[in-house]
């Protein structure tokens, strides 16, 4: 057993070492969100498409996905710091393969998001990204796929990919590094 004084030293030499690695590292205390923002209104989402619905779950998605991963909370228009939308710019289902009887084996549904986040106190832009039809070059660009042949559905690959684009939504909110 070490005697009290040495025992102090020792604990308060670790809890500096760990602190000075930590800060080294560019690593931070806290979450990674934009600490000035408390409240985010999150309107229906519009659509460019003529697929209706979409919106509907996109929105959901966003929504679930700020509540599980960020501090800030959902308000109404006239209560939040900030308003992010969201318009559907384009849904693709493209057929992958076929069977021999030129059925489709494997599908993809992607779907292209443009994304604005403004604050509402100042009118400025916090985030934006409006994406081509390209994959290549969109910054939010979402896919899934699936194969009806195994039972996997059109369902399915939309909530995939709907979850993989608010994700991707939820990280432009994001406190630059």
């Not at 309107?43 to 700020?66: H, K, N, W």
Request: contains cysteine; proline residues 4%; hydrophobic residues 40%.
């Amino acid at each position: 057993m070490l005697p009290a004084g040495l025992r102090g030293r020792r604990l308060a030499s670790i809890v500096w070492a760990v602190a000075l690695l930590a800060s080294g590292c560019g690593y931070t205390i806290g979450n990674a969100f934009q600490g000035n923002v408390k409240s985010v209104y999150v309107p229906i989402a519009t659509s460019d498409d003529f697929r209706r619905g979409y919106e509907f779950q996109l929105t959901e998605s966003v929504l679930t996905q700020i509540k599980e991963r960020t501090p800030f909370r959902i308000a109404k228009d006239d209560a939040a710091d900030t308003k992010l939308t969201m318009k559907i710019k384009s849904i693709r289902k493209t057929v992958m393969g076929t069977t021999a009887d030129n059925d489709p084996r494997e599908l993809q549904v992607q779907f292209a998001v443009d994304v604005v986040w403004e604050d509402l106190r100042t009118g400025r832009i916090l985030a934006q990204r409006q994406v081509s039809l390209e994959p290549e070059v969109s910054h939010l660009f979402a896919t899934a796929e699936m194969a009806p042949e195994v039972g996997q559905s059109l369902t399915t690959a939309t909530q995939t990919a709907m979850n993989g684009m608010a994700r991707q939504i939820v990280d432009l909110m994001e406190a630059p590094w």
